[in-house]
């Protein structure tokens, strides 16, 4: 079976700090990959997602950056964290292929970003 | 553009009563729907999707959804709430010629199950 991988589960950081954050999975290949923010317990932010490796779109602008160094790995980083970035982080998985965008989205248990 | 809207941010239900917490969307063409629950400090669990042919879907737990298209709803439902259902809800839509970052998501339902 397929699992998702994130760590850590919670992070203190201060402001202008580095970040890497990494989500990996287990359990099949080719996967679409993304990173989303939420912020507040609500709503989900997409920020990144990878058809491929070192395929990167980003949805929004940002100080963070993501990479796929990997077919099943997927990095979110950033050189200088603000107090904004602080959310919880998830990263997601799916089947690769237009053809099956009937598929659903799993998510991995998310990090928790405190920025001091 | 697609959009999800779900209308309430906190339902409440008694232990053993019947649960619904709503979801209308838009989007071109036919979607694809998608429902998920998420527990404290958790990522989302997936619980049933919509994509074509019977407009009632079963899914994990023992909840459900109804697919309306004339009301362009899919609302989550549930015969009889337990305590251990509480948790953030969130409806999710895709079109069905969405790429692969095209899953819209709700702002999420509290659901709070009194016992």
């Known amino acids: 079976s397929q699992t998702i991988h994130q760590w850590p589960a919670t992070l203190v950081q201060p402001v202008g700090s580095p970040l890497s954050l990494e989500c990996t999975v287990e359990?099949?290949?080719?996967?679409?990959l993304y990173w989303y923010r939420q912020a507040a317990g609500r709503g989900l932010q997409l920020l990144f997602y990878?058809?491929?490796?070192?395929?990167i779109s980003s949805e929004v602008p940002q100080n963070l950056s993501a990479s796929r160094p990997q077919d099943r790995q997927f990095i979110l980083s950033s050189k200088k964290l603000l107090l904004s970035d602080s959310g919880f982080y998830l990263c997601?998985?799916?089947?690769?292929?237009?053809?099956?965008?009937?598929?659903?989205?799993?998510f991995g248990d998310g990090t928790r970003l405190s920025i001091l | 553009a697609q959009s999800v809207a779900q209308p309430e941010d906190q339902v409440n239900v008694a232990e053993g009563n019947p649960l619904t917490v709503k979801c209308t969307y838009s989007v071109s063409g036919n979607p694809y729907l998608f429902w998920y629950v998420q527990y404290p400090n958790r990522g989302l669990q997936f619980l049933l999707k919509y994509i074509t042919g019977d407009n009632l879907v079963k899914g994990s737990y023992g909840f459900e959804a109804e697919f309306n298209k004339s009301q362009t709803s899919f609302h989550l439902k549930k015969p009889s709430a337990l305590v251990s259902d509480s948790a953030l809800y969130f409806c999710a839509v895709r079109g069905i010629s969405g790429s692969a970052r095209q899953l819209t998501f709700g702002s999420g339902t509290q659901l709070t199950v009194l016992p």
């Open positions: 997601a998985w799916s089947v690769r292929g237009d053809r099956l965008s009937n598929q659903p989205q799993h």
């Open positions: 990878s058809v491929g490796i070192g395929q």
């Open positions: 359990g099949t290949s080719n996967p679409n």
